[in-house]
């Protein structure tokens, strides 16, 4: 080969190794997180609770064990999962479930002061316990179907129930995408917030 011609083929091998390198290189990550439920102006607005106020012991609320995954799952069949491809949480499901959740209730409950540590120094009226039996983002109809278990337990004297409820909830997606997903998860728990808030609100 003349010098030439090695020299004009110089650009090719180069371009060639670059779409070699293109097509071996892993395709991006995404990293997921829940999408702001609450109203960041009505947050904004809430004025600060007077001392006085009563104190509502909340705890994280319970998912399925099988949604505890770094990966973002969705229920492909009745009896098996399916993960998106490439796609992380980008903190752990249960703190932004809890965090989502928490600003959810605060927001419908101007009254009550939400106590998530130890709480046992601002003497609680009463304590929250939410379990989200079932969680599933049903991909194939682009819908979240979900049930949970509501306690409001008494936290004078003996731990009783004051109030509790199982409720069962259906909300669409609006994309085959995970955050379609996630925007799902979020409603649910807004609506999870509003019944909690409910039974707080009825609680003697």
């Keep these: 080969m003349t010098a030439l011609k090695r020299w004009a083929a110089r650009p090719l091998h180069a371009a060639l190794i670059l779409m070699l390198a293109a097509c071996a290189s892993p395709p991006p990550q995404v990293l997921l997180t829940l999408p702001p439920g609450a109203s960041a102006a009505a947050a904004a607005a ?3 609770a007077p001392a006085a106020v009563r104190v509502l012991a909340v ?3 319970e ?3 099988y949604l505890l995954a770094r990966r973002v799952r969705y229920r492909a069949e009745t009896s098996t999962l399916g993960e998106w491809p490439d796609t992380f949480w980008a903190e752990r499901i249960e703190i932004g479930v809890a965090r989502e959740f928490t600003a959810a209730l605060r927001e ?7 106590c998530e540590a130890s709480c046992s120094e601002q003497s609680p009226a009463a ?3 939410v379990v989200l039996t079932r969680m599933d983002y049903l991909r194939s109809e682009r819908r979240l179907k979900a049930s949970a278990r509501i306690t409001v337990w008494s936290t ?3 731990r009783v129930p004051l109030r509790a409820g199982d409720f069962s909830f259906d909300i669409p997606g609006d994309a085959d995408t995970p955050q379609s997903q996630a925007r799902a998860s979020t409603e649910l728990l807004r609506r999870v917030a509003a019944e909690a808030a409910t039974l707080v609100a009825a609680a003697p």
């Design 127 to 129: 304590s929250l316990q």
């Design 59 to 61: 705890s994280r609320p």
């Design 46 to 48: 809430a004025p600060t």
């Design 108 to 114: 419908r409950l101007p009254g009550w002061r939400l």
């Design 63 to 65: 998912i399925p064990e």
């Design 156 to 158: 004078q004297g003996a």
